[in-house]
């Protein structure tokens, strides 16, 4: 069963919303502790696997 269009870009946006706060949080730790403290690191894998769902989400809405 597939979810409805505006779902998915509720969806989406949320998503996105949640890696625009993470990058906003990465770079305050990133100013206050440098970029190798461990932190700031997690944040980035966090990060980084935020974006990768975004863009799975992306390629799959496209191939429907």
């Known amino acids: 069963m597939q979810r409805p269009v505006g779902q998915d870009f509720v969806s989406l946006r949320m998503l996105y919303e949640q890696i625009e706060l993470l990058r906003n949080r990465m ?23 935020l974006l990768n769902e975004y863009q799975r989400r992306v390629a799959e809405k496209g191939r429907r």
Do not use: C, F, P
């Not at 730790?29 to 690191?41: A, F, H, I, P, Q």
């Open 27 to 49: 770079q305050q730790l990133w100013n206050e502790k440098g970029y190798t403290d461990r932190e700031v690191l997690n944040a980035s894998i966090e990060w980084d696997h």
